[in-house]
Nanobody
Framework: QVQLVESGGGLVQAGGSLRLSCAAS????????MGWYRQAPGKQRELVAV??????TYADSVKGRFTISRDNAKNTVYLQMNSLKPEDTAVYYC????????WGQGTQVTVSS
């Protein structure tokens, strides 16, 4: 089992920044992929960014504004979000893959206009 705990969400004005953190614990050896998804009210959950040993992938809507990084020593993945827009408002979920997918509980990000 892998446990994921997110932190760092909150309320920010448009143009502002937030940094999300996701700490992994449990059977974390050989976690192949970690990343972030988000789900806005009334919408499907969508990929925001993922990071693997091969590199990173971003949704087109966040390219150039968001940066995903991973600290293997701390078993933590980060999402630095800059130039936030009201349409970035959503619950952000951490995701990890080790033989199967695992989800965190989610953290709310609200961007006011």
């Amino acid at each position: 089992q892998v446990q994921l705990v997110e932190s760092g969400g909150g309320l920010v004005q448009a143009g502002g920044s937030l940094r999300l953190s996701c700490a992994a614990s449990g059977r974390i050896a050989s976690i192949n992929l970690m990343g972030w998804y988000r789900q806005a009210p009334g919408k499907q959950r969508e990929l925001v960014a993922v990071i693997t040993r091969s590199g990173t992938t971003y949704a087109d809507s966040v390219k150039g504004r968001f940066t995903i990084s991973r600290d293997n020593a701390k078993n933590t993945v980060y999402l630095q979000m800059n130039s936030l827009k009201p349409e970035d408002t959503a619950v952000y979920y951490c995701y990890a893959v080790r033989q199967r997918g695992y989800w965190g509980q989610g953290t709310q990000v609200t961007v006011s206009s």
